[in-house]
Structures are given as C-alpha cells and as structure tokens.
T-cell receptor, first 115, second 114 residues
Framework: DAGVIQSPRHEVTEMGQEVTLRCKPISGHDYLFWYRQTMMRGLELLIYFNNNVPIDDSGMPEDRFSAKMPNASFSTLKIQPSEPRDSAVYFC?????????????FGDGTRLSIL | AQTVTQSQPEMSVQEAETVTLSCTYD???????LFWYKQPPSRQMILVIR??????QNATENRFSVNFQKAAKSFSLKISDSQLGDTAMYFC???????????FGKGTSLLVTP
C-alpha cells in the first residue's frame, strides 16, 4: 500500500527561481496538508485541502507561495520567486475524517535549499 | 488557536533507562486528540502514540506510555527500556478533531547513549 509520495526529495536552486513541490496523497484520503519545518519555527501548517478545496491557507507566508489541488490524487506547492529564507523541509500529509487512529500520514518530505 | 509547548529542547538517557518528555498545551476545547511523533534522522514522521481527551485511561504502546493530565493540560511521554533506535526528535501534537490540522510543539531532541 503506497504511502504519501512527495517529489523531489531534495531540491537545490538559486534565489529567484520558481520551485514546485509535488505530492500524491494516499488513495481515498480526502484531506491534504502542507507543512513546513524549520529550525526556528518548527513544524507549521501552510495550507490544507478537503476534497480538493482549500480550507485554511492562513499559514501561507506571502503571495510568493501558492498551492493547488487539481484532483484527488495530486497537489503542488509553488514558490515564485524563491528566497533563501524559504529553505526548509516541506511535508505533505493526507488523512480522512474517520482516521483518528492515524490522523495524518506523512510523506518523506522535500528538503529545499535556496542559494 | 491551540499552542503546544515542549520545554525540553534536548534530553539524554542511557540505554535501558527510562526517560520522560514533557508537553503542555493550551486549548478551550473539551474533546480533542493528542499525539507524540518521532522523527529520526531520516526525517520520517512516525506516529508513536495517541490519546483521546475523553478517555481517562492513559495510552500505552509497548515501551511507550503517556501521562495525560487533562485539567493541567499536560501530556508527557515516557519511554521505558530506552534503545539506541529511540534517538530522534520527538514532537507533541494537538488536533481539534479528525479533519483538522495538527499543531506541533517545537520538539525535544532525545539522545540514547550506550
């Protein structure tokens, strides 16, 4: 049973470039979450979707960040233009409302480095 | 908004000993869920244990157990018979209910030494 799949696993790019992170949730899960992990701020929610609709995007830092979920099996997080302070590990997680035993299944994360 | 506080940035324990990681939280909810996640150097997020606020009995999973004090809003994790593989970051997390996001503490880095 495939888990949450994120790509790429590592991304190194130069400041100003566009970055796209991808996520494939577990089939049948109707919630999808994007989290960011940094040393300073820990793990914080950026945005989450329910049935492909954004529910809470209050954690999205600024207009340079955007997230989409065009269908139930795919989501992207885009940063344009990227800045060094965006360097972090970005996690995607998916879950269902009936999943209190394992509320969210996490992908392995994308480590993003902006030079 | 719910806040989760882990007051111990780093801890160390010898193999086979017992260690307790602290977590407090703030919420006005009466029913909610609490979790401990483990993040080894591989950066996977691994669910260790969960507690539902309406259950008075403390959760236990093998060597891992919690001390849930609802009135004090405290949720500590006890690891018994520590093993080298327990070395990791441990995050305490709060969830209002399924379908909501997780609120994480800043984490405790645990080192298990031989």
């Amino acid at each position: 049973d495939a888990g949450v799949i994120q790509s790429p696993r590592h991304e190194v790019t130069e400041m100003g470039q566009e970055v796209t992170l991808r996520c494939k949730p577990i089939s049948g899960h109707d919630y999808l979450f994007w989290y960011r992990q940094t040393m300073m701020r820990g793990l914080e929610l950026l945005i989450y979707f329910n049935n492909n609709v954004p529910i809470d995007d209050s954690g999205m830092p600024e207009d340079r960040f955007s997230a989409k979920m065009p269908n139930a099996s795919f989501s992207t997080l885009k940063i344009q233009p990227s800045e060094p302070r965006d360097s972090a590990v970005y996690f995607c997680a998916s879950g269902t409302k009936g999943g209190s035993n394992q509320p969210q299944h996490f992908g392995d994360g994308t480590r993003l480095s902006i030079l | 908004a719910q806040t989760v506080t882990q007051s111990q940035p780093e801890m160390s324990v010898q193999e086979a000993e017992t260690v307790t990681l602290s977590c407090t939280y703030d919420t006005s909810e009466n029913n909610y869920y609490l979790f401990w996640y483990k993040q080894p150097p591989s950066r996977q997020m691994i669910l260790v244990i969960r507690q539902e606020a309406y259950k008075q009995q403390n959760a236990t999973e093998n060597r891992f157990s919690v001390n849930f004090q609802k009135a004090a809003k405290s949720f500590s994790l006890k690891i018994s018979d520590s093993q080298l593989g327990d070395t990791a970051m441990y995050f305490c997390a709060f969830m209002k209910r399924p379908g909501y996001a997780l609120n994480f503490g800043k984490g405790t880095s645990l080192l298990v030494t031989p």
